[in-house]
């Protein structure tokens, strides 16, 4: 059984491979069904986007990423963090005689609307319990935002599943009730698992927020919860029935500041230049629109795009190489001016209240 990104619950016959069912389990609209046949997608007119530019779901993201699907053989039951977004493809800009593959960047010669911030309510998701012999959703609980972790269920018909903004829930895996949660102070990407020592059954889970929607996606989508780069308190948290310790400590929400020096004269050409350079090289890590998830420092925040040559020392020369942030000795000065223009644009929007 396979949910993979194209948003096609996929069941093979383990024994020769044959396919005995593939039903679409989110939105989809690049393709209308899974030949049965062949295996292959029966492509939706127009997915890709030859003539115009085209909105498709799933998303980049896929309706469900390696977010841990799990499968209860006592419900006969999958439970699966399904995600509902699109990604806008427009290549109408973008002349594809002379486009070439860069090297060590991200440019798959489409727009895919990196220039400009996700805003918070972009997509959405739920914890999904799917019925793989009737091949159909058999309940469904809305979660917030579209990047919640993996699913664990048990034998004692229970399903937990942690959240983006920092809840970690238990439900009941025949009809999705919630029965029991906790607030672990951090957003939360990795499933949790189970296991017994002497008699005791534990649940353990990983406290920590990540992964590509953060890096490559990021806005405003995932920094509203305030996981900010170093701001996370990650921990390994253990669970029982009947424990008496207190949960330690967790972490709390931090937010970024953005600069705005009022001397700064904004040239709308630059910023322009300034968008092309960052998307292709600095937002998969620093966030679309310049808005960080959290997987990295906020550009629009940093001391260092105040002045040029402390940008060159980091960017062009690779003074924070080591904590991973690597050296860009192809881009010019003028690229970084260029740069610096874009990020000051994005911090003055981030100002004006309609943002
Ligand atoms: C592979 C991921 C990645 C890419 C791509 C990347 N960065 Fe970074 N960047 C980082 C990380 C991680 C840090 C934090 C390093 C640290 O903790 O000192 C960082 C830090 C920075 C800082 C210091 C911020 C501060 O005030 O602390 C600047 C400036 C910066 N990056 C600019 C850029 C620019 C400009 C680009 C595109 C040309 C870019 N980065 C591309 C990962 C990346």
Redesign the pocket.
Known sequence: MHAPKNGFFYIIDRKDGKLLSAEPFAKVTWATGIDMETGRPIEAEGARYLTEPVTIWPSVFGAHSWHAMSYNPGTGLVYIPKMELATHWDDTKIDLNSWKKPSFQIDVGAEVGLGNDIPKDAGVSSLMAWDPVKRKAVWEIPQPNYWNAGTLTTAGNLVFQGRIDGKFAAYDARDGKELWSVNVGSGISAPPITYAVDGTQYVSLLVGFGGAAV?YGGGSSMAQYGWG??GQLRQLLTFAVGADKPIPEVGEPTFVRVLNPPEFQLDDTLADRGEH??KA??A???GAGAVSGG???D?R?????LDLDQ?KT??QDGA?QN????N?KN?SDGD?EA?RHFVRKKAMEAQTPSH
């Open positions: 890096a780069y170093r350079v960052y090289s600095c998969w890590c620093h997987y990295t420092p550009l925040a940093s001391e260092a795009f940008l980091i960017v924070l904590n991973g942030m690597p860009f881009l970084l740069l």
